[in-house]
Protein backbone atom coordinates (compact mmCIF):
# COMPACT_ATOMS: atom_id res chain seq x y z
CA UNK A 1 0.00 0.00 0.00
CA UNK A 2 2.94 2.47 0.77
CA UNK A 3 4.75 1.61 -2.66
CA UNK A 4 0.87 2.32 -4.94
CA UNK A 5 0.61 5.54 -1.89
CA UNK A 6 3.97 6.68 -3.02
CA UNK A 7 3.18 5.49 -6.98
CA UNK A 8 -0.23 7.96 -6.23
CA UNK A 9 2.01 11.00 -5.15
CA UNK A 10 4.89 10.76 -7.65
CA UNK A 11 3.27 10.42 -10.71
CA UNK A 12 -0.60 10.92 -11.11
CA UNK A 13 -1.74 13.27 -8.63
CA UNK A 14 -1.08 16.09 -11.02
CA UNK A 15 -1.94 15.39 -15.18
CA UNK A 16 0.82 17.22 -15.80
CA UNK A 17 3.08 14.91 -14.28
CA UNK A 18 1.23 11.94 -15.46
CA UNK A 19 1.00 12.95 -18.88
CA UNK A 20 4.98 13.72 -19.13
CA UNK A 21 5.57 10.62 -17.27
CA UNK A 22 3.58 8.44 -19.86
CA UNK A 23 5.21 9.97 -23.00
CA UNK A 24 8.79 10.21 -21.43
CA UNK A 25 8.50 6.06 -20.49
CA UNK A 26 7.03 5.63 -24.11
CA UNK A 27 9.98 6.87 -25.38
CA UNK A 28 12.20 5.20 -23.17
CA UNK A 29 10.78 1.76 -23.94
CA UNK A 30 11.01 2.06 -27.34
CA UNK A 31 14.38 2.87 -27.82
CA UNK A 32 15.11 0.32 -24.62
CA UNK A 33 13.02 -2.27 -26.79
CA UNK A 34 14.47 -1.59 -30.39
CA UNK A 35 18.32 -1.58 -28.02
CA UNK A 36 17.60 -5.08 -26.88
CA UNK A 37 16.12 -6.63 -29.85
CA UNK A 38 18.83 -5.50 -31.78
CA UNK A 39 21.58 -7.12 -29.77
CA UNK A 40 19.65 -10.51 -29.82
CA UNK A 41 19.37 -10.06 -33.59
CA UNK A 42 23.29 -9.46 -33.79
CA UNK A 43 23.91 -12.06 -31.66
CA UNK A 44 22.18 -14.26 -33.29
CA UNK A 45 23.53 -13.20 -36.39
CA UNK A 46 27.17 -13.20 -35.06
CA UNK A 47 29.96 -13.54 -38.47
CA UNK A 48 26.93 -13.32 -41.22
CA UNK A 49 26.20 -9.84 -40.87
CA UNK A 50 28.04 -6.94 -43.10
CA UNK A 51 29.45 -5.74 -39.83
CA UNK A 52 31.10 -8.54 -39.21
CA UNK A 53 33.31 -9.29 -42.63
CA UNK A 54 33.37 -5.55 -43.20
CA UNK A 55 37.04 -5.71 -41.97
CA UNK A 56 38.37 -7.83 -44.39
CA UNK A 57 37.28 -5.10 -47.19
CA UNK A 58 38.25 -1.93 -45.47
CA UNK A 59 41.00 -0.04 -45.92
CA UNK A 60 42.69 2.67 -44.74
CA UNK A 61 40.95 6.19 -45.06
CA UNK A 62 38.10 4.90 -46.30
CA UNK A 63 34.58 6.31 -45.35
CA UNK A 64 31.69 3.37 -45.01
CA UNK B 1 -26.49 -25.03 -35.26
CA UNK B 2 -25.37 -28.14 -34.00
CA UNK B 3 -24.36 -27.53 -30.90
CA UNK B 4 -27.60 -25.52 -30.31
CA UNK B 5 -29.46 -28.60 -30.13
CA UNK B 6 -29.74 -30.61 -27.51
CA UNK B 7 -28.23 -34.58 -27.20
CA UNK B 8 -32.04 -35.80 -26.66
CA UNK B 9 -33.30 -34.18 -30.27
CA UNK B 10 -30.54 -36.03 -32.08
CA UNK B 11 -31.28 -39.37 -30.66
CA UNK B 12 -35.27 -38.93 -31.19
CA UNK B 13 -34.08 -37.91 -34.80
CA UNK B 14 -32.61 -41.30 -34.87
CA UNK B 15 -35.59 -43.30 -33.51
CA UNK B 16 -37.79 -41.39 -36.23
CA UNK B 17 -35.57 -42.34 -38.86
CA UNK B 18 -35.18 -45.72 -38.07
CA UNK B 19 -39.02 -46.49 -37.76
CA UNK B 20 -40.68 -45.04 -40.42
CA UNK B 21 -42.26 -47.98 -41.88
CA UNK B 22 -45.42 -48.51 -40.02
CA UNK B 23 -47.28 -46.09 -37.41
CA UNK B 24 -47.97 -49.16 -35.10
CA UNK B 25 -44.34 -49.51 -35.31
CA UNK B 26 -43.55 -46.08 -33.92
CA UNK B 27 -45.58 -46.63 -31.39
CA UNK B 28 -44.74 -49.55 -29.70
CA UNK B 29 -41.14 -48.47 -30.08
CA UNK B 30 -41.87 -45.50 -28.49
CA UNK B 31 -43.62 -46.52 -25.78
CA UNK B 32 -41.24 -48.84 -25.15
CA UNK B 33 -38.29 -46.79 -24.94
CA UNK B 34 -40.23 -44.18 -23.06
CA UNK B 35 -40.95 -46.93 -20.84
CA UNK B 36 -37.31 -48.70 -20.41
CA UNK B 37 -35.43 -45.73 -20.79
CA UNK B 38 -34.99 -44.67 -16.81
CA UNK B 39 -34.30 -48.81 -16.15
CA UNK B 40 -32.23 -49.91 -19.36
CA UNK B 41 -28.54 -51.38 -18.30
CA UNK B 42 -25.93 -49.31 -18.01
CA UNK B 43 -23.88 -50.21 -20.84
CA UNK B 44 -26.43 -49.89 -23.01
CA UNK B 45 -26.71 -46.57 -21.92
CA UNK B 46 -23.54 -45.58 -22.47
CA UNK B 47 -23.02 -47.52 -25.47
CA UNK B 48 -26.24 -45.26 -26.91
CA UNK B 49 -24.40 -42.08 -26.04
CA UNK B 50 -21.42 -42.94 -27.57
CA UNK B 51 -23.03 -43.46 -31.06
CA UNK B 52 -25.66 -40.88 -30.59
CA UNK B 53 -23.66 -37.88 -29.07
CA UNK B 54 -22.74 -34.67 -30.58
CA UNK B 55 -19.21 -35.32 -29.42
CA UNK B 56 -19.07 -38.02 -31.33
CA UNK B 57 -20.50 -37.06 -34.04
CA UNK B 58 -18.49 -33.84 -34.39
CA UNK B 59 -15.49 -36.09 -34.02
CA UNK B 60 -16.51 -38.38 -36.95
CA UNK B 61 -17.24 -35.34 -39.06
CA UNK B 62 -13.90 -34.06 -38.25
CA UNK B 63 -11.74 -37.27 -38.86
CA UNK B 64 -13.29 -37.99 -42.42
CA UNK B 65 -12.83 -34.16 -43.13
CA UNK B 66 -9.35 -34.60 -41.62
CA UNK B 67 -8.82 -37.71 -44.08
CA UNK B 68 -9.83 -36.27 -46.98
CA UNK B 69 -8.09 -32.95 -46.78
CA UNK B 70 -4.95 -35.33 -45.67
CA UNK B 71 -5.56 -37.46 -48.67
CA UNK B 72 -6.00 -34.21 -51.00
CA UNK B 73 -2.51 -32.75 -49.91
CA UNK B 74 -0.80 -35.82 -50.43
CA UNK B 75 -2.10 -37.36 -53.57
CA UNK B 76 -3.56 -34.28 -55.62
CA UNK B 77 -6.49 -35.28 -55.96
CA UNK B 78 -9.48 -36.16 -54.34
CA UNK B 79 -10.00 -39.90 -53.18
CA UNK B 80 -12.24 -42.13 -55.31
CA UNK B 81 -12.42 -39.63 -58.09
CA UNK B 82 -11.11 -40.69 -60.85
CA UNK B 83 -8.93 -37.46 -63.16
CA UNK B 84 -7.99 -37.54 -66.56
CA UNK B 85 -5.01 -35.80 -67.31
CA UNK B 86 -3.81 -34.85 -70.93
CA UNK B 87 -0.40 -33.28 -69.88
CA UNK B 88 2.06 -34.89 -67.97
CA UNK B 89 3.55 -34.38 -64.45
CA UNK B 90 6.41 -33.53 -66.00
CA UNK B 91 4.44 -30.14 -67.90
CA UNK B 92 4.83 -28.90 -64.48
CA UNK B 93 8.58 -29.01 -63.51
CA UNK B 94 10.10 -31.17 -60.74
CA UNK B 95 9.61 -29.65 -57.73
CA UNK B 96 12.62 -28.29 -55.94
CA UNK B 97 14.18 -29.81 -52.99
CA UNK B 98 13.87 -27.95 -49.98
CA UNK B 99 17.71 -26.53 -49.15
CA UNK B 100 18.73 -25.64 -45.31
CA UNK B 101 19.11 -21.75 -46.56
CA UNK B 102 21.31 -19.91 -43.86
CA UNK B 103 18.55 -17.05 -44.08
CA UNK B 104 15.40 -19.20 -43.57
CA UNK B 105 15.13 -18.89 -40.26
CA UNK B 106 12.53 -16.55 -37.98
CA UNK B 107 15.66 -14.66 -36.67
CA UNK B 108 18.41 -15.48 -39.51
CA UNK B 109 19.69 -12.43 -42.08
CA UNK B 110 21.26 -13.73 -45.00
CA UNK B 111 24.76 -14.73 -45.06
CA UNK B 112 26.28 -11.56 -46.38
CA UNK B 113 30.30 -13.12 -47.56
CA UNK B 114 27.94 -15.03 -49.80
CA UNK B 115 25.94 -11.95 -51.16
CA UNK B 116 29.09 -10.62 -51.93
CA UNK B 117 30.23 -13.72 -53.47
CA UNK B 118 26.93 -13.54 -55.36
CA UNK B 119 27.16 -10.64 -56.38
CA UNK B 120 30.57 -11.20 -58.39
CA UNK B 121 29.13 -14.36 -60.22
CA UNK B 122 26.50 -12.48 -61.61
CA UNK B 123 28.59 -9.18 -62.43
CA UNK B 124 30.57 -12.20 -64.19
CA UNK B 125 28.49 -14.66 -65.59
CA UNK B 126 24.56 -13.72 -65.32
CA UNK B 127 24.94 -10.04 -66.33
CA UNK B 128 26.52 -11.34 -69.48
CA UNK B 129 22.27 -11.73 -71.03
CA UNK B 130 20.51 -10.74 -67.48
CA UNK B 131 19.61 -7.44 -66.49
CA UNK B 132 19.15 -6.27 -62.29
CA UNK B 133 17.77 -2.90 -63.03
CA UNK B 134 16.00 -2.35 -59.47
CA UNK B 135 19.61 -2.39 -58.01
CA UNK B 136 22.00 0.46 -57.90
CA UNK B 137 25.37 0.72 -57.02
CA UNK B 138 24.22 2.54 -53.49
CA UNK B 139 22.60 -0.28 -52.51
CA UNK B 140 25.51 -2.78 -52.79
CA UNK B 141 27.05 -0.06 -49.80
CA UNK B 142 26.67 -1.27 -46.09
CA UNK B 143 25.52 -4.47 -47.53
CA UNK B 144 28.05 -6.60 -49.67
CA UNK B 145 30.77 -3.86 -50.38
CA UNK B 146 32.27 -0.63 -49.19
CA UNK B 147 31.43 2.66 -50.71
CA UNK B 148 34.66 2.94 -51.94
CA UNK B 149 34.76 -0.53 -53.58
CA UNK B 150 30.72 0.34 -54.92
CA UNK B 151 31.92 3.55 -56.70
CA UNK B 152 35.13 2.13 -58.29
CA UNK B 153 32.56 -0.45 -59.48
CA UNK B 154 29.93 2.32 -60.68
CA UNK B 155 33.36 4.22 -62.36
CA UNK B 156 34.03 1.25 -64.40
CA UNK B 157 30.40 1.84 -66.52
CA UNK B 158 29.73 4.36 -69.33
CA UNK B 159 26.34 6.08 -68.83
CA UNK B 160 24.55 8.07 -71.21
CA UNK B 161 23.97 11.66 -69.31
CA UNK B 162 22.35 14.84 -70.16
CA UNK B 163 21.44 17.09 -72.22
CA UNK B 164 24.24 19.35 -71.58
CA UNK B 165 23.96 23.01 -72.12
CA UNK B 166 24.40 22.39 -76.37
CA UNK B 167 21.29 20.27 -75.86
CA UNK B 168 23.80 17.15 -76.10
CA UNK B 169 24.17 13.37 -74.80
CA UNK B 170 27.06 12.64 -73.14
CA UNK B 171 28.96 9.83 -71.52
CA UNK B 172 30.27 9.92 -68.24
CA UNK B 173 31.53 7.29 -65.44
CA UNK B 174 28.83 6.11 -63.09
CA UNK B 175 27.90 7.20 -60.11
CA UNK B 176 26.98 5.45 -56.83
CA UNK B 177 22.87 6.48 -57.76
CA UNK B 178 23.59 4.30 -60.98
CA UNK B 179 21.35 1.71 -61.53
CA UNK B 180 23.13 -1.33 -62.91
CA UNK B 181 23.39 -1.75 -66.66
CA UNK B 182 21.05 -3.62 -68.91
CA UNK B 183 23.28 -6.14 -70.71
CA UNK B 184 20.71 -5.43 -74.08
CA UNK B 185 19.07 -1.86 -75.08
CA UNK B 186 16.13 -2.82 -75.00
CA UNK B 187 13.73 -6.10 -74.91
CA UNK B 188 13.49 -6.54 -78.70
CA UNK B 189 17.59 -6.52 -78.73
CA UNK B 190 17.51 -9.09 -75.58
CA UNK B 191 15.30 -11.73 -77.62
CA UNK B 192 17.16 -11.26 -80.60
CA UNK B 193 20.43 -12.08 -79.15
CA UNK B 194 18.86 -15.06 -77.63
CA UNK B 195 17.37 -16.79 -80.16
CA UNK B 196 13.72 -15.42 -79.46
CA UNK B 197 13.77 -16.34 -75.51
CA UNK B 198 13.54 -13.12 -73.00
CA UNK B 199 16.50 -13.47 -70.38
CA UNK B 200 13.83 -12.21 -66.84
CA UNK B 201 15.10 -9.19 -65.42
CA UNK B 202 16.66 -11.10 -61.75
CA UNK B 203 15.50 -8.31 -59.42
CA UNK B 204 12.91 -9.81 -58.12
CA UNK B 205 13.75 -13.41 -59.59
CA UNK B 206 13.20 -14.99 -56.17
CA UNK B 207 9.98 -13.65 -55.81
CA UNK B 208 8.53 -14.44 -58.71
CA UNK B 209 9.22 -18.26 -59.32
CA UNK B 210 6.80 -20.61 -57.28
CA UNK B 211 9.42 -22.32 -55.10
CA UNK B 212 11.57 -19.35 -55.34
CA UNK B 213 15.22 -19.53 -53.34
CA UNK B 214 14.93 -23.32 -53.84
CA UNK B 215 13.64 -23.40 -57.28
CA UNK B 216 16.26 -21.28 -58.76
CA UNK B 217 19.08 -23.08 -57.12
CA UNK B 218 17.39 -26.44 -58.15
CA UNK B 219 17.43 -24.87 -61.41
CA UNK B 220 21.15 -23.84 -61.43
CA UNK B 221 22.37 -26.99 -60.66
CA UNK B 222 19.81 -29.31 -62.05
CA UNK B 223 20.83 -29.61 -65.92
CA UNK B 224 20.94 -33.10 -67.57
CA UNK B 225 21.05 -35.02 -70.68
CA UNK B 226 17.35 -35.54 -71.98
CA UNK B 227 15.84 -39.04 -70.89
CA UNK B 228 14.88 -41.24 -73.44
CA UNK B 229 12.07 -40.38 -75.73
CA UNK B 230 12.17 -36.33 -74.87
CA UNK B 231 13.18 -34.70 -77.92
CA UNK B 232 14.97 -31.17 -77.18
CA UNK B 233 15.20 -28.60 -79.87
CA UNK B 234 18.40 -27.55 -81.14
CA UNK B 235 19.89 -24.31 -79.10
CA UNK B 236 17.45 -25.56 -76.26
CA UNK B 237 18.48 -27.30 -72.72
CA UNK B 238 16.93 -30.23 -70.73
CA UNK B 239 16.00 -29.06 -67.21
CA UNK B 240 13.84 -31.28 -65.45
CA UNK B 241 12.77 -28.57 -62.42
CA UNK B 242 11.85 -25.77 -65.68
CA UNK B 243 7.83 -26.40 -66.11
CA UNK B 244 7.88 -28.60 -69.79
CA UNK B 245 12.16 -29.62 -69.51
CA UNK B 246 13.58 -27.48 -72.29
CA UNK B 247 14.77 -24.09 -71.39
CA UNK B 248 16.26 -21.87 -73.54
CA UNK B 249 19.32 -21.10 -70.94
CA UNK B 250 21.69 -23.38 -71.12
CA UNK B 251 24.00 -24.61 -68.54
CA UNK B 252 26.08 -21.82 -67.28
CA UNK B 253 27.55 -22.55 -63.84
CA UNK B 254 30.68 -24.80 -64.15
CA UNK B 255 33.44 -25.87 -61.63
CA UNK B 256 36.25 -22.50 -61.72
CA UNK B 257 34.36 -20.81 -63.72
CA UNK B 258 34.85 -17.55 -61.77
CA UNK B 259 37.71 -17.10 -58.77
CA UNK B 260 36.78 -15.78 -55.21
CA UNK B 261 38.62 -13.64 -53.69
CA UNK B 262 38.38 -14.85 -50.35
CA UNK B 263 39.52 -18.56 -51.76
CA UNK B 264 36.30 -20.14 -51.68
CA UNK B 265 36.16 -22.85 -54.21
CA UNK B 266 34.01 -22.17 -56.94
CA UNK B 267 32.09 -25.31 -57.31
CA UNK B 268 28.86 -25.21 -59.48
CA UNK B 269 26.94 -25.37 -56.20
CA UNK B 270 28.67 -22.78 -54.37
CA UNK B 271 28.21 -20.42 -56.95
CA UNK B 272 24.91 -21.45 -57.45
CA UNK B 273 24.39 -20.96 -53.87
CA UNK B 274 25.88 -17.49 -53.74
CA UNK B 275 23.95 -16.50 -56.99
CA UNK B 276 20.93 -17.19 -55.35
CA UNK B 277 21.72 -15.73 -51.75
CA UNK B 278 22.44 -12.79 -53.43
CA UNK B 279 19.04 -12.63 -56.18
CA UNK B 280 17.20 -13.14 -52.95
CA UNK B 281 18.86 -10.28 -51.30
CA UNK B 282 18.36 -8.31 -54.10
CA UNK B 283 14.42 -9.36 -53.82
CA UNK B 284 14.20 -8.63 -50.36
CA UNK B 285 16.45 -5.81 -49.44
CA UNK B 286 14.26 -4.96 -46.14
CA UNK B 287 14.35 -8.78 -45.37
CA UNK B 288 16.54 -7.73 -41.80
CA UNK B 289 13.93 -4.85 -41.41
CA UNK B 290 11.08 -7.03 -41.78
CA UNK B 291 12.25 -9.86 -39.59
CA UNK B 292 13.16 -7.28 -37.16
CA UNK B 293 9.50 -6.32 -36.80
CA UNK B 294 8.06 -9.46 -36.59
CA UNK B 295 9.97 -10.34 -33.26
CA UNK B 296 9.12 -6.97 -32.02
CA UNK B 297 5.13 -7.29 -32.81
CA UNK B 298 5.23 -11.12 -31.43
CA UNK B 299 6.57 -10.01 -28.39
CA UNK B 300 4.39 -6.30 -28.00
CA UNK B 301 1.41 -8.57 -29.00
CA UNK B 302 1.70 -11.09 -26.90
CA UNK B 303 2.03 -8.94 -23.75
CA UNK B 304 -0.92 -7.32 -24.77
CA UNK B 305 -2.93 -10.73 -25.23
CA UNK B 306 -1.75 -11.38 -21.49
CA UNK B 307 -2.27 -8.53 -20.26
CA UNK B 308 -5.76 -8.29 -21.87
CA UNK B 309 -6.56 -11.46 -20.50
CA UNK B 310 -5.84 -10.87 -17.19
CA UNK B 311 -8.01 -7.57 -16.71
CA UNK B 312 -11.00 -9.68 -18.18
CA UNK B 313 -10.51 -12.13 -15.64
CA UNK B 314 -9.98 -9.50 -12.50
CA UNK B 315 -13.42 -7.44 -14.02
CA UNK B 316 -15.21 -10.85 -14.25
CA UNK B 317 -14.40 -11.94 -10.80
CA UNK B 318 -17.45 -10.37 -9.05
CA UNK B 319 -19.97 -12.34 -11.76
CA UNK B 320 -17.84 -15.82 -11.42
CA UNK B 321 -17.46 -15.43 -7.78
CA UNK B 322 -21.24 -14.92 -7.05
CA UNK B 323 -23.83 -17.26 -5.40
CA UNK B 324 -27.40 -16.96 -6.64
CA UNK B 325 -29.83 -17.80 -3.52
CA UNK B 326 -33.43 -18.67 -4.11
CA UNK B 327 -35.51 -17.22 -1.52
CA UNK B 328 -39.20 -18.76 -1.22
CA UNK B 329 -41.57 -16.06 -0.75
CA UNK B 330 -43.01 -15.60 2.99
CA UNK B 331 -46.56 -17.55 2.47
CA UNK B 332 -48.92 -14.58 2.12
CA UNK B 333 -52.07 -16.59 2.75
CA UNK B 334 -53.66 -14.24 0.14
Redesign the interface.
Known sequence: MALANAFYNTFVKRNSVFVTSIFAGAFAFSVGFDVAVNNFWDRWNQGKQWKDIRAKYIQEDADS | MLSRLPAAALKSQSVLGASRSTTSAFRTRATSQVRFASSSSASSATLESLLTSRASLISVTLFSAGSIAWYTHLYGSLPFVGEVHANSLADDGLHPTTYPW?HKGL???????SI?RGFQVYREVCAACHSLDRIAWRNL?????????ARALAEDVEYTDGPDDKGEMFQRPGKLSDYLPPPYANEEAARAGNGGALPPDLSLIIKARHGGADYVFSLLTGYMDPPAGVEIREDMSYNPYFPGGAISMARVLWDNLVEYE?GTPATTSQMAKDIVTFLNWAAEPEH?ER??MG??AV?LFSALFAISIQVKRFKWTVLKNRKIFYNPPKDLKH
Open positions: PFDTFDHARVGVSHTADEDDKKIKI
